[in-house]
């Protein structure tokens, strides 16, 4: 008789009403109704557990002890052995860096684990808080698939709220905060990475021939593929206006940087007759026009300044300037 494991996170027992009854550590695990086993494979005594327990193969052992990241489905008999991936809410960590959820899944038994807190998981054990939750393991499957999927549709909807504001940034000639657009582009890039094969991994389990998946799952399990693919659209789209944004921001920085050089340009061209004249009187030669009269450097710099004033208006009337 296989005994509820200790140090779990939860461990109870669906009633089949959309409520749940909690289970006592190393109590008997089976009863009439499916139980739930959600399980943190960094500690020790989870870790024991999965090694020890006859409920589970090798490669469902693996899977759960953390051996595999990518979104995957596994068929072993009348059970499932399912790896997904949910958006890292935890603080102080990057939300695009997703947390595998590791799921064992039959008619009367789920497993599932991860190293790192799942919103989604909270979400659907506080469904069976509020007697609103699964009813039996087809239906715990849907619910998670559907709250996982929220919880990206969420953070994908944030990301094109930062990209609407980054382009109002642009749109009013503005430089945006350093790293910030290729913050966004990285988030996009890896969200897409592991939301595309959990978006085929669902369309297939909808299809999958097991017993007990009714009818009302597999058509749930369509909507949440087809709800996966609007967010891969989405993400696809807002790839595209981060390009185009950078590519803005490029011409901005190299407009900015052309105005600067053509401003300094225009100086130099003030200055160069009066750099001409000075670099031609101050020769130590003799002969210098004006040396022995007094008020010739007088002269001579009311003539440069003439001379500066006479090129900035003929700059200004060919609109150079």
């Known amino acids: 008789m296989e005994l509820v494991p200790k140090q779990s996170i ?24 499916p139980a739930w086993l959600h399980l943190d ?17 090798e490669a469902a052992r693996e899977a759960l002890l953390g051996q595999s990241n990518r979104p995957k489905l596994l068929r072993y008999g009348d059970g499932l052995l399912l790896v ?27 497993i599932s684990s991860r190293r790192r807190p799942l919103l ?14 699964p009813v039996n393991t087809g239906d715990w499957l849907v619910e ?9 549709g969420e953070f994908v909807d944030s990301l094109h709220d930062d990209i609407l504001a980054l382009e109002e940034t642009v749109l009013e000639n503005q430089q945006p905060a350093g790293g910030h657009l290729s913050r966004i582009r990285k988030q996009l890039i890896l969200i897409r990475r592991y939301l595309s094969p959990q978006r085929d991994l669902v369309a ?23 709800r996966l693919r609007r967010w891969l659209d989405d993400l696809d789209a807002g790839v595209a206006r ?24 225009i100086l130099a061209l003030l200055f160069l007759p009066a750099t001409f004249l000075t670099g031609l009187f101050g020769v130590n030669l003799a002969g ?25 208006l003929w700059l200004k009337l060919r609109r150079w300037w």
């Open 144 to 152: 998670m698939c559907d709250t996982l999927t929220d919880r990206a």
């Open 288 to 312: 210098i026009p004006g040396a022995e009269h007094p008020w010739a450097f007088s002269i001579f710099f009311s003539l440069l300044v003439l001379l500066a004033l006479a090129l900035a």
């Open 41 to 57: 494979y960094g500690r020790p005594e989870a870790q024991k557990w999965l090694f020890k327990t006859s409920l589970l193969n």
């Open 84 to 110: 997904l991936r949910g958006i890292n809410h935890n603080d102080q960590d990057k939300p695009e860096e997703m947390v595998a959820l590791r799921i064992f899944i039959n008619a009367q038994l789920i």
């Open 204 to 226: 297939r389990l909808a299809s999958e021939k097991i017993s007990w998946l009714e009818d009302d799952d597999r058509r749930r399990l369509l909507e949440i593929a087809e």
């Open 120 to 133: 989604s998981e909270q979400d659907v054990y506080q469904q069976l808080q509020e007697q609103a939750g």
């Open 10 to 33: 939860y461990s109870l027992q669906l009633t089949g009403d959309g409520g749940m009854t909690p289970l006592l550590a190393d109590k008997p695990l089976f009863d009439n109704h």
């Open 242 to 265: 981060t390009a185009i944004l950078a590519d803005e921001i490029n011409n901005m920085m190299t407009a900015a940087t052309n105005r600067r050089a053509y401003q300094i340009s």
